[in-house]
């Protein structure tokens, strides 16, 4: 009888496992505060739009305004205690009444500021020697209006601040300038002054 031959098995070859991507970390991005335009020297600033009777940001703040007169660009703006206003906030050169834009009403004496003008004034160099009050509102005139004062100086969380009230339109959204410090800064010459 003829030998039958014994098939030789065929081995299964080995599946070769697929190396798992290491998913390379991606670093998380500081967040740029709403409505910021440029940092330098300390300084960041920017411009925001508000809506009337609402909290807003600017920079790392929360502050509270409300609209007035809309037709006569007056504004009121609130210190600590009305909205979800963050750090507490004291404000430079406080007038109580009579002020400039309302008899029966707190204003500021703000920082004139010449609109064709490319940076912050000399005046608000030195923000330090400002005097800051504590306040619960004022009433401010926009550039629009017949009352308008200029920077107003600001303090919280122990940085120095101007908010620059620009105008107001008939839906009662209030346009301002802003410029926050870093801690320690005073002198606001390296930042832009955001005229039109």
Not at 25 to 37: I, K
Not at 95 to 110: D, E, F, K, M, Q
Not at 154 to 159: A, H
Request: glycine share 10%; aromatic share 12%.
């Amino acid at each position: 009888p003829t030998a039958t031959a014994t098939p030789t098995p065929t081995p299964t070859p080995t599946s070769t496992p697929t190396p798992t991507a290491t998913a390379t970390p991606t670093p998380t991005p500081t967040p740029t505060p709403v409505g910021s335009q440029g940092y330098a020297n300390g300084i960041r600033w920017g411009t925001t739009i508000v809506s009337s009777s609402s909290s807003f940001p600017i920079g790392d703040f929360t502050q509270y305004y409300s609209s007035a007169q809309v037709q006569l660009g007056l504004g009121y703006f609130y210190g600590t205690g009305y909205g979800d206003t963050d750090p507490a906030i004291y404000l430079g050169n406080l007038v109580s009444a009579p002020s400039l834009c309302a008899n029966g009403r707190p204003g500021y004496t703000g920082i004139p500021i010449d609109l064709a003008a490319t940076v912050i004034p000399a005046d608000a160099i030195n923000n330090a020697s400002i005097q800051y009050s504590n306040f619960d509102y004022i009433m401010f005139g926009t550039r629009e209006s017949d009352c308008y004062s200029g920077l107003m100086p600001f303090m919280q969380g122990n940085r120095l601040g101007f908010i620059d009230f620009v105008s107001i339109d008939s839906n009662k959204n209030l346009t301002i300038n802003w410029w926050i410090a870093d801690a320690g800064v005073t002198q606001f010459f390296a930042a832009p002054s955001m005229a039109p």
